[in-house]
């Protein structure tokens, strides 16, 4: 089944402790990209990634890393997160940068206390 | 970014009811789409729309990309209890790397 899939669904950290958020997709897409989701402010994106070992920075890139070494693979850092951290997180991945369809994983809710 | 405006934030309708949404932007966009999200999972692509006027329709969805292409316009016929969700717009400029989202609006069918 296509899909992406991320790791974990859910998470309680607290502050400073470094996490990472793993994205996978089974499509061989060359487009993937990280974004929050919080109340009244919609998806904004994180960062982007066109190709392996290519990305860039999205709209609100401040506190996260990210890292491309594989085409299947786009795990999301966060090196010491704050409780502004504390959002609903989306991995999405499409074929190419200009394709229209972007296929989302299910979302990974963060808590930092 | 891109701001795009969506309304309204919230609907609640009686099953069967007619619903309508807009998104607006202050940049013209070349591409507009609107994804449905339910509880727990991601959004999922309803409609794309390519050029100024266009009108689309999937099943009970239709959509339209607006004159100045800098406003769409989503509308659902005779609600059903599944169609609960929050709906996004988004638009894609014309380099296509990013898409902006709108802030969603939160639909919610009585039955």
């Known amino acids: 089944e296509a899909q992406v899939t991320q790791n974990p669904r859910y998470l309680i950290t607290v502050t400073g402790k470094k996490l990472t958020v793993t994205c996978s997709q089974n499509?061989?897409?060359?487009?993937m990209s990280w974004y929050r989701q919080d109340p009244g402010l919609g998806l904004r994106q994180i960062y982007y990634?066109?190709?392996?070992?290519?990305?860039d920075k999205g709209d609100v890139p401040e506190g996260y890393k990210v890292s491309r070494k594989e085409k299947r693979n786009f795990p999301l850092i966060l090196e010491s997160p704050s409780p502004n951290q504390t959002s609903l997180y989306f991995c999405?991945?499409?074929?190419?940068?200009?394709?229209?369809?972007?296929?989302f994983g299910p979302g990974t809710r963060l808590t930092v206390l | 970014g891109q701001q795009l405006n969506q309304s309204p934030q919230s609907m609640f309708i009686q099953e069967g009811e007619d619903v309508s949404m807009n998104c607006t932007s202050s940049?013209?966009?070349?591409?507009w789409l609107w994804y449905k999200q339910e509880p727990g999972e991601g959004p999922v692509l309803l409609i794309a729309?390519?050029?100024?006027?266009e009108l689309t329709s999937n099943g009970r969805l239709t959509a339209q990309f607006g004159i100045t292409r800098k406003d769409s316009f989503l509308n659902i016929s005779a609600s059903i209890p599944s169609d609960v969700g929050i709906y996004f717009c988004a638009g894609q400029l014309g380099n296509g790397n990013q898409f902006y989202f709108g802030t969603g609006t939160s639909l919610t069918v009585i039955p």
């Open positions: 499509m061989n897409h060359e487009y």
């Open positions: 729309l390519y050029k100024a006027g």
């Open positions: 999405a991945s499409r074929r190419l940068a200009g394709a229209r369809e972007q296929f």
């Open positions: 940049s013209i966009f070349n591409t």
């Open positions: 990634s066109m190709n392996v070992e290519v990305t």
